[in-house]
């Protein structure tokens, strides 16, 4: 288990040395250069004054010794500086991940509760008005993305209940309340989707779990239906659930950016989005790397929980 | 109107469960040609052409009677993938107005009504059409997406799973690199570094989608590596490339295609999110996605101009899943979502 562990960790980290490399390589290649948007952006583009902020910001070195520079920064936990705020970019990050935590978190939450309730209700009343009611909310909960969902929940809440989320930005630990109003509606817009392909999931796997031998046993001794379903079908069905969160967590961290957008939340997602416009080479990759990390991370998380489980696949 | 034609003659012969959605818009309506090229999978060499014809064409038409019967709302809703794609190929005549057009005086954020079905926008462009020309930008980047995702994503892993050795290892690591970072952040970054335009963002998605369909087909092909057919043609001398193109691809159509047919749904929505951050398609051109992040600040006092292009895309990526799905229970009950 630990040498699998360890082998995955290993994998993981030359997958993001590979993206890391790969962007960095990239996005030095391709025009649209940081230097000429800022200085558009302060006004005057000349050739005397590009060339100075491209000395100014190591720009104009070859991009091997860059690349060293920042891969040797990044081993000891130095991700660089932004090249607009010039300032380093871990600070920002450390600054911005909690709202993005919190934020997936939330999404998680509403998306794992609201999804195995409504996986375990279909199941159970397989065949009835409220299965096939449940099966379509859930195919529907798939297919509308999340950005539209938000949109109309915000038009919603604001026509009919004239209720509009806070305006500037709490953190959760100066003033929760208003904190979670900001929260919740993104979470809920972002987690809907990923709750729907669990209940879909849920339910498939509970169904699968009910037809079995085993089950038909538990319910011979003359166990009650309740103990039947949560205690045995549920139990053994939350395997592959696992498994799909870990996958749609991707979803789940890609959506953050257009979500934080919307709802104008300053998390590491609309930094992504803005760096990217700005070409903030180091920002973008600060932020696909914490990004790549975490979803890897995930992942391995996932894979140590399965052993934990379920004992068959600790012992292959 | 003679172009509904096509898609309604098509229907019957061609439109079942065994091909791809996405060729659909593209093929004439040969009837004949269309059957053959949907089975392509090359066995029985020992029958004349005529009987595998023949074959081909009664196993397809029993499977797509089966579809029909098993899974009436996946074929429900490939017509109204077929509807789309006529909506998208017909924009000009569907369309009631110029999409673009600002009329004089303009009309602005007027709600729905019988002059402007879906109303008008801010500037005062009819939605209805909007919407319409939508349905073109987004099947154009998600048909070109699938197409170039799923021939080049099948060979590399057919390629890569066949090989083995240092070329598989290195093709998989930067598979596993690509597809360890969140689909939208990478599509943000390759999309805005080559800058807006239709052709950028289906070469994004492909990179994106590409490691995917290698996945699968190198899967496929390491167990069909093993198979005795395969052993046996290499006893007999077969290179690589026929094994892999004779013996391997045409095993690895079916989870291919159910692939692709998802996948289309969820290039549609990338599309969307692309063009609604405003690295997608250009201003120029009328995608769903840049719509919604345009109306959404008349969105309180004009609901219609936000309702109806995300209506008209959530229907466009629900018909692909709910069809995607119904193709993969018909065509393999155990493969794993």
Known sequence: ?316 | MNTPTTPTDDLPSGSGPDRPPDTAADRSPAGGSTITEATEPGDGERQTPEQVALGRRQRFAESFRQFRSDHLMGFLFGIVILLLLLVAIAAPIIATHDPSAIPRPPQKLAPPSTDHFFGTDQLGRDIFSRVVYGARTSLIVATATVIISTILGTLLGAVSGYLGGWVDLVIQRIVDAVLSIPVLILALFIASLLGASITNVVLALSIIYIPRFSRIARGEMLRIRSAEYVTAAEALGAKPSRIIFKHGVPNLVAPIIVLASLTFGQAIVAEAALSFLGVGAPITEPSWGRMLSTSREFMTVAWWSVVFPGAALSLGVLAFNLFGDALRDHLDPKLVR
Do not use: C
């Open chain 1, 1 to 316: 288990m630990i040498e699998y562990v360890v082998r995955r960790i290993l994998s993981g980290l030359i997958v993001l040395f590979l993206l890391s490399t790969f962007l960095f390589f990239v996005m030095r290649a391709v025009p649209g250069d940081v230097v000429r948007l800022q200085l558009a952006d302060a006004g005057s583009v000349t050739d005397e004054r590009m060339a100075e902020m491209e000395a100014e910001l190591g720009l104009d070195r070859p991009a091997l010794a860059q690349y060293a520079s920042w891969l040797g920064g990044v081993v000891r936990g130095d991700l660089g500086d932004s090249l607009w705020e010039r300032r380093p970019v871990t600070e920002m990050i450390i600054e911005r991940f909690p709202v993005t935590f919190e934020l997936a978190f939330l999404s998680i939450v509403v998306a794992v509760g609201l999804g195995i309730v409504t996986g375990v209700a279909s199941a159970i009343r397989r065949g009835t008005v409220t299965d096939d009611g449940l099966r379509v909310a859930s195919v529907l909960g798939l297919s509308v993305p999340n950005f539209f969902l938000a949109l109309l929940m915000i038009t919603s809440a604001s026509v009919w209940f004239n209720w509009v989320a806070p305006l500037s930005y709490r953190r959760p630990w100066d003033d929760l309340g208003v904190n979670l109003q900001q929260m919740a509606m993104p979470a809920i817009a972002l987690g809907v989707s990923v709750a729907a392909a669990i209940a879909r999931l849920t339910r498939s796997s509970m169904l699968e779990v009910l037809g079995s031998d085993y089950i038909r046993t538990v319910r011979a001794k003359g166990a009650s239906s309740r103990l039947v379903n949560y205690k045995h079908a549920l139990r053994n069905s939350l395997i592959p659930i696992l498994t799909l969160i870990g996958l749609q967590f991707g979803a789940l961290l890609g959506g953050t950016v257009i979500l934080e957008s919307i709802f104008g939340l300053p998390g590491v997602g609309s930094m992504i989005f803005r760096a990217v416009e700005q070409r903030d080479y180091p920002v973008i990759q600060a932020g696909a790397i914490l990004y790549g990390t975490i979803f890897v991370a995930v992942n391995i998380a996932v894979d140590i929980t399965y052993g934990l489980i379920d004992p068959r696949i600790r012992r292959s």
